[in-house]
């Protein structure tokens, strides 16, 4: 279909993919425990534009050029690098309201900023697109009649299936959160091991080569 093939193969695939941890599951765990569900919906939906930054890039040969070019990649590692670390001292740090009768919650952002978070801590992730370029062909036909084409049909597909396990998260991780109740010690613990995570992942992004 689409000039692809072994199609099953690619959708078991990318659904094993899509359910190993990483930084896109860890913001919608930390956004979900932090802002409910509406916060988890929101990270989900900027982390799915993201790849399909990504998924456009690998079509149009863009993650080429990155894999290609030395400076190209290290300034989009750096870039990403340094957001990832950012995101995780902001969560670190969060400040948490205080008092008798105030909000369990840290002080949230706008959902607008939560999902520009989840786009941009994707898509300025140089193993992202390489990752996309290096997998995508594996299921692309010879001869198909448009490679661009059998590459965005591959990466809907993917970017579905990550959508739904992104909301899937969210949900289950929200309805944890109430259950608990989320006190303050809770959610202190849970941004400050999230946010840990994240500048971790930002260091070892900056470390990687090409």
């Given at each position: ?103 369990p919650l ?7 900023s939560v ?96």
């Amino acid at each position: 279909m689409f000039g692809t093939h072994d199609l099953w193969l690619f959708i078991l695939s990318a659904l094993l993919l899509n359910i190993t941890p990483g930084p896109d599951t860890a913001l919608v765990v930390a956004r979900s425990t932090q802002m409910g569900l509406r916060g988890g919906v929101a990270a989900s939906f900027g982390i799915t534009g993201g790849i399909v930054v990504h998924i456009t890039a690998a079509a149009i040969g863009l993650s080429a050029l990155i894999a290609a070019s030395a400076t190209a990649f290290s300034i989009i590692k750096y870039v990403g690098a340094a957001y990832l670390i950012y995101i995780g001292l902001r969560l670190m740090f969060a400040r948490h309201a205080t008092g008798a009768d105030a909000a369990p919650l840290s002080v949230a952002p706008p959902m607008r900023s939560v999902f520009w978070q989840g786009f941009f801590s994707n898509a300025l992730n140089p193993k992202v697109a390489i990752f996309f370029l290096a997998f995508l062909p594996q299921f692309v036909s010879n001869d198909a009649p448009s490679k661009a084409l059998a590459f965005l049909f591959l990466g809907v597909i993917f970017s579905i299936g990550g959508t739904l396990w992104s909301l899937t998260v969210a949900v289950i991780t929200a309805h944890a959160a109430s259950r608990l109740k989320a006190t303050r010690r809770f959610q202190r613990w849970i941004d400050s091991a999230i946010g840990a995570m994240f500048v971790a992942l930002g260091v070892k992004l900056a470390l990687v080569q090409r």
